[in-house]
């Protein structure tokens, strides 16, 4: 998920390592922890890999070296890929990694846009139904039962917010497609 985030921000714009550490940190501490230790590493490899190129390298005050980091042609097409990919995945990972794609959504075409809606609404209906056949808010423990409802509630509330996110995408395709744009 930290390469798919580091890949979408440094497609917005070319930035220095502390700048793209302070984005992660201040987006996906939503999401997930950010390991700070994970991110000088990670460019490493996408440098290594051709993914990303150093614009830049400044030497700031105290003499050590910043360097600018931008995405190549490459870097687009991993991060495409790992846009569209749907791996097997823990539910928390899997709503923390939707998250972390819908942010990016607007580098997306419509029709990959609402493939992705539909792939999470499928995985939110059928965690809702699995959760409802094993009747999880009929503890004995009132608490237990609350955190289940609240549980559900949330997830029905993201059920719904999904059908109004496709249902807007679902317009604005059909607005592209009837105006020629994107032909």
């Not at 998920?1 to 201040?26: C, N, S, V």
Request: aromatic share 10%.
């Amino acid at each position: 998920m930290l390469e798919l985030a580091t890949l979408g921000f440094l497609q917005k714009q070319p930035l220095h390592g502390y700048r793209l550490k302070q984005q992660l940190e201040l987006f996906m501490s939503g999401c997930i922890s950010v390991n700070y230790g994970a991110i000088y590493p990670l460019l490493k490899r996408l440098e290594a890999r051709g993914d990303i190129v150093t614009l830049v390298e400044e030497t700031g005050e105290s003499n050590s070296g910043r360097k600018e980091y931008c995405i190549t042609d490459a870097g687009r097409d991993r991060w495409r890929q790992k846009m569209l990919e749907y791996p097997h995945e823990s539910w928390v990972n899997s709503r923390s990694r939707f998250i972390i794609k819908y942010f990016f959504f607007s580098h997306l075409h419509p029709i990959e846009r609402i493939k992705l809606l539909e792939q999470r609404l499928l995985v939110c209906r059928l965690r809702l139904q699995d959760l409802e056949r094993e009747d999880i808010t009929s503890s004995s423990d009132r608490y237990e039962a609350t955190a289940w409802r609240r549980h559900l509630a949330n997830l029905r509330f993201e059920i719904d917010w999904l059908l109004e996110q496709l249902k807007q995408e679902k317009l604005e395709d059909r607005s592209l497609q009837e105006s020629g744009v994107g032909d």
